[in-house]
C-alpha cells in the first residue's frame, strides 16, 4: 500500500472512534496543518518525476477530499449529538404550574399621598419635607404660637426631653418654616408627612397623617385659596361639581382663618361626595399670618399668601370607604390585602386624567 492509502487508512480508522470535537480538530491539524502528513504529501511533488508526477497528484487529491469529507460528516454528527442532548436537559415543561408569587400591596395613605402630590403638582407646588422630630421653635413659636398660648395644650403634643426643646411634630405646619427659611419667595409647596398627638379613638390615631399647603407671592389671596382648594377636592374625589363651605376659625399662624367643610349624603349606605345637605371638616386654613412671615425673613409688606393642613389619614377613609381609623395601623396583612392598591393599577386621578 503506497504511504498516502496508509495515511488515509489509519485516519478514516480514528474518525471512526468515539472523538470529541477537539480531538477531531486536532486530526484536522495533524494532516492539513502546517506540517501535518497531508501537507506534506503535497510537499514532494516537485521532486517526484514528471511522469509519475500526475498520478500521484490525482490519488493525493482524491485521498486528500475523502479525508475531508469524513472530516466534515463526523463534525456534523457530534453538533447534532451535541444539540440533541441539550434540547434533551434543557427541555421546558410548558404543562407545569406556574410558581406562586406574593406581590405586595400599597397602603392606602401611601396611595393617597401619592395622589395629593400628583394632583398640587399639576398647578405648580412642589413636595417638600420635613423631619418627624422638630424642635419647638418650629413647630410652635416660628407660627405665631407662644409659650402660653392655649393651642399649644390643644395639640397633646408628645415632647421628647424634659425641657420640652424636642417633640415629635403635632403637625406638618412646621415644614412651612423649614421650606421660607432656606429659601427665598414665592413659595408653592406641598409638605406631605407624619405627624402625632396624644389622642386614640375610632377616628384619633396618636400618629396620623397631614399634608400642608403653602403659596407665598406678592399678590395671592384668599381668592387663589378658593380656587386652588375647589380644584384639589374636585380632582381627589373624581367629581365635576363640589359642595364647599368656608367656616370662620382660629388658628395661631393664619389671619383670616377658616375650617373648610364639604357637602356629602349617603346613599345606600355609600358617601357620595359633592352632594346632600351634610357637611364634613376637611381642613384648616388662611391667610398666612404676618408674624409668621417675619419670623422667617420674609417681609409681609411684600409678600403674602395663604397656607391650608389636611388631614389624609381622613381623605383615604373617605375616598376608600374605610370605616376604622386605627385599622390603618394595626398591620393586618388580610386588611391591607383588601384595601391595599396593586403596585401596577394607577387610579385615573393619579394619571391626572380625570379632567
Ligand atoms: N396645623 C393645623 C392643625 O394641625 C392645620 C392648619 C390650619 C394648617 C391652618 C395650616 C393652616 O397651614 O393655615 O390643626
Excluded at 447534532?80 to 395613605?109: A, C, Y
Excluded at 390615631?205 to 407671592?217: K, N, R, T, Y
Excluded at 346632600?276 to 419670623?295: F, Q, R
Excluded at 370607604?321 to 385615573?348: A, K, M
Amino acid at each position: 500500500m503506497s504511504d498516502i492509502k496508509k495515511i488515509k487508512e489509519e485516519f478514516i480508522n480514528k474518525l471512526k472512534q468515539d472523538l470529541d470535537l477537539n480531538s477531531v480538530n486536532q486530526i484536522k491539524t495533524d494532516l492539513f496543518g502546517k506540517n501535518g502528513k497531508i501537507s506534506n504529501e503535497f510537499k514532494k511533488l516537485g521532486s517526484i518525476a514528471v511522469e509519475e508526477r500526475k498520478k500521484f497528484a490525482s490519488e493525493l487529491n482524491s485521498i486528500k477530499d475523502e479525508i475531508q469529507t469524513a472530516i466534515s460528516k463526523k463534525i456534523q454528527d457530534l453538533e447534532i449529538i451535541e444539540i440533541n442532548s441539550k434540547l434533551q436537559n434543557e427541555k421546558i415543561d410548558v404543562t407545569l404550574p406556574e410558581r406562586s408569587f406574593n406581590q405586595g400591596k400599597i397602603h392606602p395613605v401611601s396611595q393617597v399621598i401619592d395622589e395629593i402630590s400628583s394632583i398640587f403638582s399639576e398647578i405648580g407646588f412642589n413636595v417638600e419635607e420635613g423631619p418627624d422630630v422638630e424642635n419647638e421653635y418650629n413647630n410652635f413659636t416660628a407660627l405665631n404660637t407662644p409659650d402660653n398660648h392655649p393651642a399649644r395644650d390643644m395639640h397633646d403634643t408628645f415632647y421628647l426631653d424634659n425641657n420640652k426643646e424636642y417633640l415629635l411634630r403635632t403637625h406638618t405646619s412646621p415644614v412651612q418654616v423649614r421650606t421660607m427659611l432656606k429659601g427665598k419667595p414665592p413659595f408653592k409647596i406641598i409638605a406631605p408627612g407624619r405627624t402625632y398627638r396624644s389622642d386614640s379613638d375610632q377616628t384619633h390615631s396618636p400618629m396620623f397623617h397631614q399634608v400642608e399647603g403653602l403659596h407665598i407671592d406678592k399678590n395671592i389671596n384668599m381668592g387663589h385659596l378658593k380656587g386652588c382648594l375647589n380644584y384639589f377636592i374636585k380632582e381627589f374625589f373624581e367629581v365635576n361639581k363640589i359642595k364647599m363651605r368656608f367656616r370662620p376659625s382660629h388658628f395661631p399662624f393664619t389671619e383670616p382663618s377658616a375650617e373648610v367643610d364639604i357637602g356629602y349624603k349617603i346613599k345606600d349606605g355609600k358617601i357620595i361626595i359633592g352632594e346632600g345637605d351634610k357637611w364634613l371638616e376637611i381642613l384648616g386654613c388662611g391667610m398666612v399670618h404676618p408674624n409668621v412671615l417675619k419670623n422667617v425673613k420674609v417681609d409681609p409688606s411684600k409678600y403674602q399668601g395663604y397656607a391650608f393642613g389636611i388631614g389624609i389619614d381622613r381623605l383615604a377613609m373617605l375616598k376608600y370607604g374605610i370605616n376604622d381609623l386605627r385599622s390603618f395601623f394595626e398591620t393586618d396583612y388580610r386588611w391591607l390585602n383588601h384595601f391595599g392598591f396593586d403596585p401596577l393599577d394607577v387610579p385615573s386621578s393619579y394619571r391626572g386624567l380625570s379632567r
